[in-house]
């Protein structure tokens, strides 16, 4: 993947729609099979692969009566036994974590549903029975968002644990397609909000700073996205939580504040209380830092506000990479790390 260049990259973004718009073509009939009364839902996957767990894990708490976990480790908790969900989630199907928790939860009775393009897992998987969701190979993980979070949604739809899941994609697949003219880099630079806000952060530390529940995961994919594809450290946070620590930590050393980039994801449905102590928290911080953007979410449904939040993070990722003259694609540390543990 590493002879990649920022323009297959940006082809990704464009693309996203798509997947999701793919993605409600999925054959689940297999679904049928995996109904009983679950007592909660793992998912299981690290990087990219593991996102849209924290999706999952941020969107089923608003609905349903149980809790889904994130797992990005080599061992499961304690907890997973024969009613637990277990979904496990590698774009490779060879991540070595995943392949170690699915030998656990195997182990420990749970069932078990794979999410991946081949790989071992998808070997392993249908050797011992389960199911397996197959989705396109060709792209990196964090450019299949689509693809891997997706499927975890329709399935619990499927399963009768949250509802209304296909008509928040098909709005989804409506909102991107409606902004991508706007942070695709035909779109005039002026006007371009990934664009403008990769400029402001070039220069500087990102920190981004979501809400409980809508923009948690969110600012987490930010992050990641900037570390991966800009090849820059950033840090993130949310409200309300931060307003009890992190806000306290803005008065010294100045040089280095005067560093900070701050990025506020914000939504029409945060908490009242956490509108206000947005509003306050920028007043403490403004004239300590570089600058602070905001970005409000689109749409009316959670996945299309919350993918409204995440493109806009997406696209000014590979803008900032591209304002540092890095290509954005390959990914040569965890390359490394990975031939490294190989040995």
């Not at 637990?84 to 420990?108: D, H, I, M, P, Q």
């Not at 790989?119 to 998987?125: E, I, P, S, V, Y």
């Not at 806000?197 to 994919?221: D, F, H």
Request: aromatic content about 8%; proline content about 4%; hydrophobic content about 40%.
């Amino acid at each position: 993947m590493s002879n990649m260049t920022a323009e297959q990259m940006m082809e990704y973004l464009y693309g996203l729609p798509e997947q999701f718009a793919g993605s409600l073509d999925l054959d689940l009939a297999f679904a049928s099979g995996y109904r009983k009364d679950y007592r909660q839902i793992v998912v299981s996957g690290l990087g990219g692969s593991a996102i849209g767990g924290d999706i999952l894990r941020t969107y089923a708490a608003g609905t349903a009566k149980i809790p889904v976990v994130v797992v990005r480790d080599y061992n499961v908790p304690a907890f997973v036994n024969q009613d637990t969900l277990f979904l496990a989630v590698s774009y490779s199907g060879n991540t070595e974590e995943t392949l170690s928790a699915y030998s656990e939860a195997r182990e420990k009775k749970a069932s078990i549903i794979c999410v991946t393009t081949g790989g071992k897992l998808k070997a392993r998987a249908e050797e011992d029975g389960y199911a397996v969701v197959g989705i396109p190979a060709g792209l990196v993980p964090r450019a299949a968002t689509g693809h891997l979070f997706a499927p975890l949604a329709l399935l619990l739809e499927e399963l009768g644990i949250v509802a209304g899941v296909r008509q928040e994609l098909e709005e989804t697949v409506k909102v991107l397609r409606d902004m991508r003219g706007n942070l695709e880099p035909a779109a005039p630079a002026s006007a371009n909000q990934a664009r403008i806000i990769a400029r402001q952060l070039k220069g500087s530390l990102p920190v981004i700073w979501g809400t409980s529940g809508i923009s948690e995961a969110a600012a987490l994919r930010w992050k990641a996205q900037i570390n991966e594809n800009a090849k820059c450290p950033a840090f993130y946070n949310v409200f309300p939580e931060l307003s009890h620590n992190e806000i306290v930590g803005f008065e010294v050393p100045p040089q280095l504040l005067s560093s900070l980039s701050c990025i506020i994801l914000k939504d029409q449905y945060d908490h009242e209380r956490v509108k206000r102590r947005i509003e306050i928290s920028k007043g403490i911080i403004k004239d300590r830092v570089k600058s602070i953007a905001e970005v409000n979410s689109q749409g009316e449904s959670y996945l299309a506000r919350f993918y409204s939040l995440v493109y806009i993070g997406d696209y000014a990722s590979v803008y900032l990479a591209l304002e540092y003259g890095i290509n954005p694609t390959p990914v040569a540390v965890i390359d490394y790390l990975k031939a490294e543990l190989g040995k």
